[in-house]
């Protein structure tokens, strides 16, 4: 299949088929990516268990990889736009090898804020430049690519907790290490999207190399409104994600007594379900609209949400697939919308939100870990559940109903 790039300053984009191969690769290198970051997490109760920190200490080790994996990313996104870099996937996920090997080998609290950082680090690497990459394989179908793109990272974040909970449980914090082979297969099937992503770059095949930059028909005031709008949804999804991810584990043991074991399974539903509902996303959002997928995908969680605390432990996991499901297209729908609006900086668009993703996230982790440290888990798990009830304020988005795919060729 012989794509046609028509490069556009700061926005990449196809005008022929959708490069499904080259999709499905940066997606299953998100998976790896997101399946080693997510050990972090995951290795919290055996932090506590084996080092005796407190929650408040847990809350800044995700705080500190939280920023870490966002402070940069709108700097690299916005050097991207101008300068495109292929090869900067490899070099983020290198980062993150270097600070996994580093992890598995460290016990002292600083020695670990240093290593958690040093794999944040190479995650701003990776997010900005990939969701390039997915955008230019798109074909036009945005929200189907970002949703293919974005159904990796979540299937990696449910699937770490679970490979931690058959191999890092049993054999201690040094089988981390073992997680350094998906490492190094993300490296070398990057060093291949490069290679593709650089003779797009490169191609003779651009005519409208010198036309102008794409631009969004919506006055300056109103694609302003809207971003403050999508950042408000970042905020209530990623502050309720961030206590699920880091304390819903505490929360089945202190409330049901069960085993740390059986915590990561019940951990590992909702975010297989997380990564499921992602997908679906994409392909309700290209054909209805983002407005109504973000809107339908926050504020309808609320619901579950809100009645989860007060639940039996069947209805409890019951309750936290459902909410996953539902929750989990909103950001694919956000990340789109955005460059919609901003259509001639992708790049830093990206940035930004992927940067707020994950800076929300850890402040929204260390929130809730000094809470719980003066309250309760189940009082957190009680407050959160008011937090997708924002989600009504997308019925103000303006309606940017998603162009048709391109078909044409050159």
């Given at each position: 299949m012989r794509q046609l790039l028509d490069k556009l300053k700061g926005h990449p984009t196809l005008r022929a088929e959708?490069?499904?191969?080259?999709?499905?690769?940066?997606?299953?290198?998100?998976?790896?990516?997101?399946?080693?970051?997510?050990v972090i997490p995951?290795?919290?109760?055996?932090?506590?268990?084996s080092f005796g920190f407190t929650f408040a200490q847990i809350g800044i080790i995700t705080l500190v990889f939280q920023i870490t994996s966002s402070i940069f990313q709108p700097f690299v996104g916005l050097y991207a736009d101008r300068h495109p870099q292929p090869y900067s996937l490899s070099l983020g996920m290198c980062?993150?090898?270097?600070?996994?090997?580093?992890?598995?080998?460290?016990?002292?609290?600083?020695a670990i804020l240093l290593t958690v950082a040093l794999i944040g680090g190479g995650s701003s690497v990776f997010h900005p430049e990939a969701s390039r990459v997915a955008q230019l394989a798109s074909g036009g179908r945005k929200s189907l690519a970002q949703s293919i793109f974005q159904v990796g990272g979540n299937g990696g974040s449910a699937v770490g907790p679970l490979l931690t909970a058959l191999i890092v449980l049993p054999y201690g914090q040094h089988a981390v290490a073992w997680f350094a082979a998906a490492a190094l297969?993300?490296?070398?099937?990057?060093?291949?999207?490069?290679?593709?992503?650089?003779?797009?770059l490169t191609s003779s095949d651009t005519p409208l190399r010198n036309r102008p930059a794409p631009t969004c028909p919506l006055p300056p005031r109103a694609i302003r409104r809207a971003m403050w709008i999508l950042i408000v949804m970042i905020f209530s999804k990623y502050f309720f994600a961030s206590c699920m991810t880091s304390y819903f584990t505490f929360f089945l043991i202190d409330k049901f007594g069960i085993t740390v074991q059986q915590s990561q399974l019940c951990l590992f539903a909702y975010l297989a379900a997380f990564a499921a509902g992602t997908l679906a996303g994409g392909f309700l959002g290209d054909r209805y609209g983002r407005k109504y997928v973000i809107l339908f995908s926050i504020f309808g969680?609320?619901?579950?949400?809100?009645?989860?605390p007060y639940l039996n432990l069947f209805?409890?996991?019951?309750?936290?697939?459902?909410?996953?499901?539902?929750?989990?297209?909103?950001?694919?729908?956000?990340?789109?919308?955005?460059?919609?609006?901003?259509?001639?900086?992708?790049?830093?668009?990206?940035?930004i939100f992927f940067g707020l993703m994950f800076g929300l996230g850890g402040i929204g982790s260390a929130f809730f870990g000094w809470l719980a440290d003066h309250t309760s888990i189940d009082f957190i798990f009680r407050v959160s559940s008011f937090l997708p009830l924002l989600g009504i304020i997308a019925v103000f988005l303006p309606d940017l109903r998603p162009s048709a795919p391109s078909t044409r060729r050159s």
């Amino acid at each position: 299949m012989r794509q046609l790039l028509d490069k556009l300053k700061g926005h990449p984009t196809l005008r022929a088929e959708t490069a499904y191969p080259i999709l499905f690769t940066i997606g299953f290198c998100h998976l790896l990516n997101d399946m080693i970051q997510s050990v972090i997490p995951a290795m919290y109760p055996i932090f506590r268990e084996s080092f005796g920190f407190t929650f408040a200490q847990i809350g800044i080790i995700t705080l500190v990889f939280q920023i870490t994996s966002s402070i940069f990313q709108p700097f690299v996104g916005l050097y991207a736009d101008r300068h495109p870099q292929p090869y900067s996937l490899s070099l983020g996920m290198c980062l993150s090898l270097a600070g996994l090997v580093a992890l598995a080998f460290t016990s002292a609290y600083g020695a670990i804020l240093l290593t958690v950082a040093l794999i944040g680090g190479g995650s701003s690497v990776f997010h900005p430049e990939a969701s390039r990459v997915a955008q230019l394989a798109s074909g036009g179908r945005k929200s189907l690519a970002q949703s293919i793109f974005q159904v990796g990272g979540n299937g990696g974040s449910a699937v770490g907790p679970l490979l931690t909970a058959l191999i890092v449980l049993p054999y201690g914090q040094h089988a981390v290490a073992w997680f350094a082979a998906a490492a190094l297969l993300a490296t070398l099937l990057l060093m291949r999207v490069g290679n593709w992503y650089s003779l797009m770059l490169t191609s003779s095949d651009t005519p409208l190399r010198n036309r102008p930059a794409p631009t969004c028909p919506l006055p300056p005031r109103a694609i302003r409104r809207a971003m403050w709008i999508l950042i408000v949804m970042i905020f209530s999804k990623y502050f309720f994600a961030s206590c699920m991810t880091s304390y819903f584990t505490f929360f089945l043991i202190d409330k049901f007594g069960i085993t740390v074991q059986q915590s990561q399974l019940c951990l590992f539903a909702y975010l297989a379900a997380f990564a499921a509902g992602t997908l679906a996303g994409g392909f309700l959002g290209d054909r209805y609209g983002r407005k109504y997928v973000i809107l339908f995908s926050i504020f309808g969680a609320a619901p579950f949400a809100l009645a989860l605390p007060y639940l039996n432990l069947f209805w409890t996991i019951v309750m936290s697939v459902l909410i996953g499901l539902i929750i989990a297209s909103a950001f694919s729908a956000i990340l789109v919308y955005a460059t919609d609006l901003k259509p001639d900086k992708v790049g830093m668009i990206s940035g930004i939100f992927f940067g707020l993703m994950f800076g929300l996230g850890g402040i929204g982790s260390a929130f809730f870990g000094w809470l719980a440290d003066h309250t309760s888990i189940d009082f957190i798990f009680r407050v959160s559940s008011f937090l997708p009830l924002l989600g009504i304020i997308a019925v103000f988005l303006p309606d940017l109903r998603p162009s048709a795919p391109s078909t044409r060729r050159s």
